[in-house]
């Protein structure tokens, strides 16, 4: 899977955050010509200077994906682009959501425009379970935004630019995820705080993040939505696993502070949408190839991809009917 990586120049935008910094560490194994970050602020990029020992391919560019021009200029002679840029705290989204849509949408079709401009061979963007059936501005945002980076793969003509998306759950450990706020609140307070202890979620690690972006790289055709096989837990039984792993000597009080506006009770993997897709799977992962006939009148071949078996249709993925508690310990 490295060797597509070797001698291209690739860009990350939001290169500094929790899975765009492991992507940049993961990449500048693979021998690439150069890795590029795109991100807004300076002191992260510094940060992660530091922590590389400063490789002599890596480039670090300020900039912000609602700068047009900015973006344009980055993508210059750039193969492969990681989209992973974008607003994704659910309660700030709500509060602005002018500005999640300026990030998310607007910002998500610069990298698309830019892209096409500068015949990018390949580009992938990170999206949501929170995407399927949206409750809120941040899914609802990711949604639109899956939707544009399908669309871009026919409505451009003859554009040599290839477009996916991958679809996350709750990245254990990432920044702004639960278990590193929880691991402040015990500290600090000897206490932690959950909204709801039946509510459940999709789990994954940095590491299935990561190598779920990686993947997609690698098997891109046509517009496709990748998706790992998760697992759920639900909130309660994630604080207490937490509390007994990392406090076992410690008595932590749990709080329970109710749930917050748009925040679903359970999430879903997969849409009727994607029931209508092209729909091959292996052991790891579905694979979503939308039927272009239908939505555009574009005639296509279903693609093949190795390893992968077509399936007629699958049922309902949600996180209440996927829990599994040991699978989720070893992320924790």
Known sequence: MHEQFKDKVILITG??????????????????????????EEGKQYELLERLKYPKNLRLLIGDIRDRDRIDYAFKDVDIVLHTAAMKQVPLC???????VKT??????????????NQVEKVIAISTDKAVYPTNVMG?????MEKMFINANWTSGKAVTKFACVR???????????????????????????????????????EQAVNLVL?????????????LKMS?????ELGNMFTAKY????KIAISVSGDRVGDKMHEELVDDNDRTSYILEDKDMYIFVPRFLELYGVEQDVPQYAGFTKIDTIGRYSSDEHINSEKIKSIV
């Open 140 to 144: 609802t945002s990711k949604l639109m």
């Open 104 to 117: 998310n949408i607007v910002g998500s079709q610069n990298v698309i425009d830019a892209s096409l401009k």
């Open 94 to 100: 709500e509060y602005n959501p002018a500005e999640a």
């Open 247 to 250: 406090y076992p000597d410690k």
């Open 232 to 236: 759920s837990i639900t909130i309660g």
């Open 168 to 206: 996350f759950g709750n990245v254990a450990w990432a920044r702004g995820s639960v278990l590193p706020l929880w691991k402040k609140q015990a500290e600090n307070e000897s206490r932690i705080n959950i909204t709801n202890p039946n509510m459940t979620r999709f789990m994954m690690s940095i």
């Open 215 to 227: 993947k997609a790289v690698e098997l891109v055709q046509v517009g496709e939505i990748f998706v």
């Open 15 to 40: 290169g500094t955050g929790t899975i765009g910094s492991e992507l940049v560490q993961q990449l500048l194994k693979c021998h690439p010509k150069q890795v590029r970050i795109l991100s807004r």
